[in-house]
């Protein structure tokens, strides 16, 4: 029957290197416990061998603690060497994480090359170069428009400010405003009013003659 409909297939899959590096770690975790139980029981026997005296109790414990630095040597041996698997699987780890980055940026820039190619295709120096020039004339056709406008506005604020002897106000000599005019006062009395001689004349506020009252009256 197996011939005809085959075997099933229960082959599992290969552990992963993460994997089986959790596997060791874990391992040597549980070794390190191992060494540091045994540790604190050396301790304790050292300090044992210190009270006591010399003789065949003193001897007795010592064996216990050499066999116990035995079976403490043989774990730091056993932990170093998962310890050293560990790190060779994170060396084959780091090495073949490097390999995918160095494939996904292969990938990567081959798709870049493939798009410029595409838009070279597209692309024409002959074109660009045409339409550098037409911007450059847009933009001397612009300044020369731009200077056409500022000329025009300052011949007409030369008109506007022409006066009739045809030079503008602002090319002409300053003149100094008559105070008396701007005032509106009257000019100054004279030396000599026709009053008699020896007799004073009397003035208004303005400084002039003083019309008696009874030339008012008429």
């Given at each position: 029957?197996?011939?005809?409909?085959?075997?099933?297939n229960?082959?599992?899959?290969?552990?992963?290197i993460?994997?089986?590096?959790?596997?060791?770690?874990?391992?040597?975790?549980?070794?390190?416990?191992?060494?540091?139980?045994?540790d604190a029981?050396l301790?304790?026997?050292?300090?044992?061998?210190k009270r006591?005296?010399?003789?065949?109790?003193?001897?007795?414990?010592?064996?216990?603690?050499?066999?116990?630095l035995?079976?403490?040597?043989?774990?730091?041996?056993?932990?170093?060497?998962?310890?050293?698997?560990?790190?060779?699987?994170?060396q084959?780890?780091?090495?073949?994480?490097?390999?995918?980055?160095?494939?996904?940026?292969?990938?990567?820039?081959k798709?870049?090359?493939?798009?410029?190619?595409?838009m070279?295709?597209?692309?024409k120096?002959?074109?660009?170069?045409?339409?550098?020039?037409?911007?450059?004339?847009?933009m001397?056709?612009?300044?020369?428009?731009?200077?056409?406008?500022e000329?025009?506005?300052?011949?007409?604020?030369?008109?506007?400010?022409?006066?009739?002897?045809?030079?503008?106000?602002?090319?002409?000599?300053?003149?100094e405003?008559?105070?008396?005019?701007?005032?509106?006062?009257?000019?100054?009395?004279m030396?000599?009013?026709?009053?008699?001689?020896?007799?004073?004349?009397?003035e208004?506020?303005?400084?002039?003659?003083?019309?008696?009252?009874?030339?008012?009256?008429?």
């Amino acid at each position: 029957m197996k011939r005809i409909f085959g075997a099933k297939n229960n082959k599992e899959p290969p552990p992963s290197i993460q994997d089986a590096s959790d596997r060791i770690n874990k391992r040597g975790d549980s070794v390190e416990d191992k060494v540091k139980r045994l540790d604190a029981e050396l301790c304790k026997y050292k300090d044992q061998i210190k009270r006591t005296r010399p003789g065949p109790a003193q001897e007795a414990i010592k064996a216990r603690a050499i066999r116990v630095l035995k079976q403490k040597k043989m774990y730091e041996g056993q932990r170093d060497m998962l310890y050293n698997q560990t790190f060779n699987l994170d060396q084959v780890s780091f090495a073949a994480e490097s390999l995918k980055d160095a494939q996904q940026t292969m990938t990567a820039l081959k798709s870049a090359n493939k798009e410029l190619k595409g838009m070279m295709k597209t692309v024409k120096i002959q074109d660009i170069d045409n339409l550098q020039d037409d911007m450059m004339d847009l933009m001397d056709e612009s300044s020369e428009i731009h200077e056409t406008l500022e000329l025009d506005a300052l011949e007409a604020d030369m008109e506007n400010e022409t006066e009739a002897d045809g030079v503008p106000s602002y090319l002409q000599p300053d003149k100094e405003p008559d105070l008396n005019d701007e005032l509106n006062l009257p000019p100054a009395p004279m030396g000599h009013t026709g009053a008699p001689p020896g007799r004073a004349q009397a003035e208004d506020e303005w400084g002039l003659p003083a019309v008696p009252r009874a030339s008012l009256r008429g």
